[in-house]
Structures are given as structure tokens and as C-alpha cells.
């Protein structure tokens, strides 16, 4: 396949899947409303390999911007970087749209504009812009640092074990802060989807912390690969 298809098609699975499951908890009358963290912790992890057994030979499964760029930043090989980014925002856009598609009559039931957006999109538990930062910096150094240092391969059947495990660890352990986004177009994509799509009752889609979801994982993502790429040698 494709490896631009592929990273475009698998990200929006990623957002429908985990995007989704984040719906069917929080949403009223939803048959998982109220089923907690847990539940959208390791829907979440399933949500990312369920693609990435699918597409890891096509693509190597990125779908997240800031794995993108950490990656290159290590290789030097910035050729396919602008393609999989622009991929990986649209897909996660339909990804959200699907999401409001199939649980519209729920959104309609939901009448508290922040539940609303959090369907879609990260926000803290306490807003703190540094400590926020610092959150996503270290929930996205622990994802790149894993894979790579792992030497995951998203075409295999173990480096996509790897894959689920980090990603549920990251949610258990370290997303209580602000809800791990520790992927900009996870977070960036469907907050772009919930200002333009007609919710009943929606608020604002909170752009003023809408950087820190972008920032924070791209500069874990970039420190994470290059600790990962100067360690390996003695793994």
C-alpha cells in the first residue's frame, strides 16, 4: 500500500477507535457511560495497534507527526515528512468526524460543553502551562524513547506488542495530567473537527492551550529519539 494512504487511513482509524471508546465513557446514555480510566486507557492502546498491525509494513505505522519528525531528526531522511504530516492531520479530522457521526444522538444528550470537547481533544486536569508542558514532553520521551530503543518494528507481531504496552502504560501512569495527548495530530485534528462541526450546545474548543498538545510532544519526541539513538549502541 501506499505509505501516504496508509498513514492517512490509519490515523483515522487511531481517532475513530480512541477517540471513540473516550465517547462511550464519558457521553450520556452511552452503554459505557461512566466505565472510567481504565476503559479509555486500553481502548486507546488497542486503538493504535489495531492500525499499526495493519499498516506497519506500509507506512512503519507513525501515525503521530512528532514520531515523524523525531525519526528524521535521527535519520537525516526528511523526504516523506511533510506528506505523512499532512496525512496524519486528515485522517485524524474524518477520524473525528466519524466519532460525532456515530454518536450524535449522544452528543445531543450531553449537554456540558467541556465533556463535549473532551471527545475530542486533551486538556489538564489543572491548568498549568509549564507543568502541563513538562507532561506531555515526558509522556511522549517515554513512548519514542520505548519504540525506538526497543527497536519496535510496526511490521512485526512483537514491536506491535510493544506498541500496545507503551501506549497503556503512558495512559495508566503518566496521563492523569492532561490526558496524554503525546501526539499533535491526535489532539490538533479533532479539536479542528469539534469548532467546525454542528454539536448541539458545544463551547469553545479551548485554542489557547491548543499549542501545548503540539509543542510538548514534538520536543519529547525529538529529545526521546536522540537519548534513544545515543544509548542503543550499549543495549
Not at 486528515?90 to 452528543?107: E, N, T
Not at 486538556?123 to 502551562?129: F, H, L, Q, S, W
Not at 520521551?141 to 506491535?160: I, P
Not at 501526539?183 to 479542528?192: F, H, K, S
Request: glycine share 14%.
Amino acid at each position: 500500500m501506499n505509505p501516504y494512504l496508509a498513514e492517512f487511513i490509519g490515523t483515522g482509524m487511531l481517532i475513530l477507535l480512541g477517540d471513540g471508546v473516550v465517547a462511550n465513557v464519558i457521553l450520556n446514555k452511552t452503554k459505557g457511560n461512566g466505565s472510567g480510566w481504565v476503559v479509555i486507557t486500553m481502548g486507546w492502546a488497542l486503538a493504535v495497534f489495531v492500525p499499526a498491525t495493519i499498516f506497519g509494513a506500509a507506512s512503519g505505522a507513525h501515525f503521530n507527526p512528532a514520531l515523524t519528525i523525531a525519526i528524521a531528526v535521527n535519520s537525516g531522511n526528511w523526504t516523506q515528512v511533510p506528506g505523512y504530516i499532512l496525512c496524519q492531520f486528515a485522517g485524524a479530522f474524518v477520524g473525528a468526524f466519524l466519532v460525532w457521526l456515530m454518536y450524535k444522538d449522544h452528543f445531543d444528550q450531553t449537554s456540558d460543553p467541556g465533556t463535549q470537547l473532551g471527545v475530542f481533544s486533551t486538556g489538564p486536569a489543572i491548568r498549568n502551562t509549564a507543568l502541563n508542558l513538562v507532561s506531555e514532553i515526558i509522556g511522549t520521551f517515554v513512548l519514542v524513547f520505548t519504540l525506538l530503543a526497543c527497536k519496535a518494528d510496526a511490521a512485526t507481531k512483537a514491536g506491535n506488542f510493544y506498541v500496545w504496552a507503551v501506549i497503556c502504560t503512558i495512559g495508566m501512569s503518566l496521563g492523569g495530567t492532561t490526558g496524554y495527548a503525546i501526539n499533535p495530530a491526535r489532539d490538533l485534528g479533532p479539536r479542528i473537527a469539534h469548532a467546525l462541526l454542528p454539536i448541539k450546545g458545544k463551547g469553545g474548543s479551548d485554542w489557547g492551550y491548543s499549542w501545548l498538545p503540539v509543542i510538548g510532544p514534538v520536543i519529547g519526541a525529538i529529545l526521546g529519539g536522540i537519548v534513544a539513538k545515543a544509548v542503543m549502541p550499549f543495549i
